[in-house]
């Protein structure tokens, strides 16, 4: 490939006269070429950081790469205003259309980006530009598969976490239009950079004052209001038609949206592709995860998701013939990628463990069995402090507020008291679990809202507990965690059935290794606290300690199903 073109801070017109300034990087020649918008609030000149598809990449491989910063963001002009999806909406149709128009541009146009960058193409391409031909979302977020995720709880250190990430350059564009921040602002904002879990500790949430400052685009007042989401929750997935690849990891935080997209895609015939390895939600995709080493061929280079992205806007967008898997996956346990036509590969074979103690779960002795609990039965129980909610560990979370995303070693969390752990006999030849885990718990306890939290982990000979596989459930939204106004309080001496679905996941069980499941109901300050009451979220106190038992008895039935099969 010959050398590249970047011309830098080009004026992209929007419909109300807002100019957006993007990057745009092409080879060098005259003849028009497809192209791939990037569009990120994170600053335009940073976007190389990002491995799964950089501009630069798609440039030498003969298209057209256009990278802008957001409205209000870094260079482009206009207000920031945080998740403010129809505008970004707005933004991706008009800077699909202008680009289209360019002469250096054929006509066909896509688009690519993580996180942030892949949930705005989602809001682009549900306006359908005429132009748009093909996106690419990678680690995206979408309702109703976030909901699920969290169960109808906040993810509190996430958006707390990302808001104060984001604070630093709003301050800078105050300052350079002529409002500088107060000091006693600049200062407040600059504490929660530097230490976002003192503004998660604040009670009541609502009232936190790290971001209730005056002017700032985000009160705390309006995360945890009803109508908060309003725009995620419209957005219509079935318009989105157009060819689409969904790349993720099964430790990322929106891992269930990144194969929701993918399944929903298929769903209403949509041509799309899914490709998902080890990771966390960081833009470096590394085979070291947590305390992990998932081998060499598990790092997002040696897997060629960049190679993927650009086969898959040669297929898209210049109609070549070029090969691309419809699923490629990688198995942790075995480390190696699979490749499969339909997610999950397999659903016809099922493995039922149901849940057994003697009553004293919370101290490890819990069984897994796959033989249905005897008549009668006992129950597991444990107490829940809303004041001092279990701890985060792990798993699908965000690494900006200092959570450590991945799977990390559970054992001397699961010493907890308030803890319930479960464990199988050692495996007696491998098998693979494949697909999406479903926890189906019976629950008895003295308050009327309560958070179910379970983890599914593999413990090695060395009782190492990795946590593969995780699900969350708020007892008021039970019944659907996708309709944050319709409640079902619990009520006293009455069980309630927790189904809780605990995402994908591709683990090898290894001859000897165990399978363990752990209950709490706690995940803080990843998610926000369970008070225990009926105040609205993030308003009141932390109710009294709440009394759980976990039922187990041939009446009520606990157990987690998951798609098992035997290694070949």
């Not at 300034?21 to 990120?40: E, L, N």
Request: with cysteine.
């Amino acid at each position: 490939m010959g050398g590249l073109i970047v011309d830098i801070d080009v004026d992209v017109p929007m419909r109300d006269g807002v100019a957006l300034k993007a990057d745009v990087w092409r080879p060098v020649g005259a003849s028009p070429r497809s192209a791939v918008i990037f569009r990120t609030p994170y600053d335009k000149s940073a976007i190389a950081n990002i491995e799964a598809i950089r501009p630069e990449t798609l440039a030498r491989a003969g298209f057209a790469a256009v990278v802008q910063d957001t409205r209000g963001r870094f260079r482009s002009g206009g207000a920031w205003s945080p998740i403010a999806w129809e505008q970004e909406g707005r933004d991706g149709f008009d800077t699909v259309e202008w680009t289209a128009r360019q002469d250096w541009c054929s006509g066909r146009v896509g688009m690519a980006g993580q996180s942030y960058l892949g949930i705005a193409q989602l809001f682009a391409a549900a306006l359908q530009p005429p132009s748009l031909a093909a996106i690419a979302p990678h680690m995206a977020s979408a309702w109703p598969f976030d909901a699920q995720e969290t169960g109808g709880a906040l993810r509190l250190d996430h958006l707390y976490s990302w808001l104060a990430f984001m604070a630093p350059d709003w301050l800078s564009k105050r300052a350079a239009e002529g409002n500088p921040a107060s000091p006693e602002l600049a200062a407040l904002l600059t504490s929660v950079v530097l230490n976002p879990r003192a503004a998660m500790d604040h009670r009541p949430l609502r009232e936190t004052p790290a971001f209730d400052a005056p002017g700032f685009p985000l009160a705390p007042a309006a995360i945890f209001d009803r109508s908060f989401g309003q725009e995620v929750r419209a957005l219509d997935l079935t318009r989105i038609r157009v060819p689409s690849l969904h790349s993720g990891g099964w430790f990322d935080c929106f891992q269930r949206s990144t194969v929701g997209l993918f399944q929903n895609a298929r769903k209403i015939g949509a041509p799309s592709h899914l490709l998902m390895g080890p990771w966390v939600h960081i833009a470096h995709l590394s085979q070291l995860v947590a305390d992990m080493n998932y081998g060499l061929f598990a790092s997002g280079r040696a897997a060629d998701i960049s190679g993927a992205h650009v086969r898959f806007f040669q297929r898209y967008l210049d109609g070549a013939k070029a090969d691309l898997p419809a699923i490629r996956y990688f198995l942790m346990g075995a480390n190696k990628w699979e490749v499969a036509s339909d997610w999950p590969p397999f659903d016809d074979l099922e493995r039922t463990y149901y849940l057994g103690s003697d009553g004293n779960a919370a101290r490890k002795s819990g069984v897994l069995s796959t033989t249905r609990p005897l008549q009668g039965g006992t129950t597991a129980s444990y107490q829940y402090d809303p004041s001092n909610p279990t701890p985060s560990i792990g798993g699908r979370v965000l690494y900006l507020g200092g959570l450590v995303p991945g799977p990390v070693d559970a054992a001397q969390f699961e010493e907890r008291s308030d803890v319930l752990v479960f464990t199988s006999e050692p495996a007696v030849a491998p098998y693979d679990i494949v697909g999406e885990p479903i926890a189906a718990l019976w629950i008895l306890c003295s308050a009327i809202d309560l958070d179910i939290v379970v983890r599914l982990s593999v413990v090695d000979e060395n009782a190492c507990s990795r946590v593969f596989a995780y699900g969350a459930l708020r007892g008021r939204f039970r019944n659907d965690p996708s309709a944050p106004d319709k409640t079902d309080f619990l009520e006293a001496e009455k069980p309630a059935l927790y189904r809780i679905s605990l995402g994908h996941t591709a683990q090898r069980i290894a001859k000897g290794q165990a399978l363990r499941v752990s209950i709490c109901s706690g995940d803080y300050p990843h998610l926000d606290p369970n008070l225990g009451t009926d105040a609205e979220p993030g308003a009141g106190m932390p109710g009294p300690i709440v009394d759980v038992q976990l039922l187990h008895s041939d009446q009520f039935p606990s157990s987690v199903s998951m798609p098992a099969r035997p290694c070949a």
